[in-house]
């Protein structure tokens, strides 16, 4: 598992989700995500579970019968923010003593009865397999009684649930492919949140798919902890294929394989990937992103060292040099595509030497953006068990901000690769700053802003020469 899964936008994080529906419902639900994409995609799953309960969504949490938190564990901030959130709460419960409050994902699974323990106004506590489950939960707290279901599943993958499409635009949809993480990096808590890695029927996915682009939405991102490892031989684990009878092998569906599928059912629709492990993205998947031009050209590729020492403490399968023979695949078979990395600054027994490996590997690569944090000690992990969490807090900041800094100087670069070229530009929505520009994103997922022409309109395919440019930003016009 990465550090974390590509993060969510900054401004999304803590949004309250609403769903637009016909149905007749008689209580209200305010729900709010943290942390990766997973958890928002997560959180679609539950608005639909509940939709059939009769709870309608709001953006005001004082009007709620149930307030749902998806939480996160990544880092120790994400939990701080939840924790934080909670409290703000406590005078809204004690207004209305009937209202139910709930911690979902995540946090939940690691915390679990503790939760109930620490945060008097939480009701229940759900984690991310358990969701089936909240009819029975919310019964039980109906009836006064506090309620936690966090069970690992073996098999859970939400496959025949169609989600609610919650707080989006209408254009870009997350579908899941996986669940689990199986890889048991030193750092990373999801193994034991989220459990063991299961791929997801390869024909629910495809009539998830189709069933998107009928509504009208125009991209897709499949989503896992880790998408290159999707391996479906007729359900169950994926550390169980070595079980598996020999037809079910010889039938097994991989990543590249559904990968192609898709990008052959849906054929005008963008589809992107997040996120890839080194380790199992092969060089078919490759060979698919260059054999369909719907298939965008960008790819998440966490590293999280440049130093393969500190790569073999974190846990990671694989070494700078096989990263940089991917990297180099990469730029052969797939010229214009676009990289972005999660990167950690401060890991366990970090050596300055081991640092400038980091920065090196990036000078290397020219990643257009990425994701990089200090080193958080994370309860229940590995490194937190066996390793000691001895960098000064002063070193990890100073290596985090040279990271930052060498990353903004890249990001620059490659932007400024893309100026005085002309680019397909899927239209998102309006741009924050001005509602006379459109905001959409290339193939390479750069940002892309142009003004409104009165001839377009969101979800529309256009082609926009670009002109200038900030380290995160395109600016240019429609032709």
Not at 89 to 107: A, D, E, H, R
Not at 114 to 127: A, M, S
Not at 294 to 301: A, T, V
Not at 343 to 352: H, K, N, R, V, Y
Request: a negative charge; one cysteine or more.
């Amino acid at each position: 598992m990465q550090t974390t899964e590509k993060i969510i936008d900054e401004k999304r994080q803590g949004e309250a989700l609403n769903i637009t529906t016909e149905k007749k419902h008689n209580k209200k639900l305010f729900l709010e995500s943290y942390g990766c994409q997973m958890n928002f995609s997560d959180s679609e799953i539950v608005a639909s579970i509940l939709d059939k309960e009769g709870y309608a969504t709001t953006q005001n949490f004082e009007e709620a019968d149930l307030i749902l938190l998806n939480t996160c564990s990544i880092r120790e901030k994400a939990e701080q923010t939840v924790r934080k959130r909670l409290s703000q709460f406590n005078q809204v419960k004690q207004k209305n003593p009937s209202l139910t409050i709930g911690v979902l994902g995540c946090m939940a699974e690691r915390l679990k009865d503790k939760f109930l323990e620490e945060e008097h106004l939480v009701d229940l506590v759900v984690g991310p397999d358990a969701y089936r489950d909240l009819p029975n939960l919310l019964k039980q707290t109906d009836d006064g009684r506090s309620a936690v279901n966090v069970i690992l599943s073996k098999d859970e993958t939400y496959a025949n649930l169609s989600p609610v499409r919650l707080g989006g635009n209408g254009v870009t949809a997350f579908v899941s492919i996986t669940r689990g993480c199986d890889n048991m990096c030193t750092f990373c808590v999801v193994p034991f949140t989220r459990g063991r890695e299961r791929s997801r029927d390869p024909h629910s996915i495809l009539n998830e798919c189709k069933e998107l682009w009928e509504n009208g939405y125009k991209e897709i991102t499949l989503l896992g902890q880790n998408v290159d490892s999707y391996l479906w031989y007729g359900g169950g684990l994926k550390k169980d294929f070595k079980k598996a009878t020999e037809m079910q092998k010889a039938t097994a569906v991989d990543f590249a394989m559904l990968l192609d599928m898709v990008a052959t059912a849906v054929p005008g629709m963008r589809i992107r990937f997040s996120t890839s492990n080194p380790q199992d993205m092969g060089r078919d998947v490759l060979h698919v992103m260059a054999k369909h031009e719907n298939i965008c050209k960008y790819i998440h590729l966490p590293v999280q060292s440049g130093n393969t020492e500190v790569l073999k403490r974190m846990n990671r399968q694989h070494t700078r040099e096989e990263y940089i023979a991917l990297i180099d695949d990469i730029k052969t078979i797939l010229p214009t595509c676009a990289l972005s990395h999660d990167m950690i600054a401060g890991f366990c027994d970090e050596t300055e030497e081991e640092h400038q490996d980091t920065l090196s590997l990036m000078e290397y690569v020219k990643y257009d953006f990425g994701y990089m944090f200090a080193y958080s000690d994370r309860p229940g992990t590995p490194a937190h068990k066996k390793m000691d969490d001895n960098v000064p807090d002063d070193v990890k900041k100073r290596r985090l901000t040279e990271i930052i800094n060498l990353q903004q100087q890249h990001s620059a670069e490659r932007m400024n690769s893309y100026v005085g070229k002309v680019h397909e530009v899927l239209i998102e929505g309006n741009s924050k700053r001005d509602d006379q520009e459109w905001m959409g994103r290339n193939t390479q997922n750069a940002v892309v802003v142009f003004p409104k022409t009165g001839n377009e309109k969101v979800g529309d395919f256009v082609m926009v020469r670009v002109d200038s440019c900030t380290t995160a930003t395109l600016l240019g016009e429609k032709v």
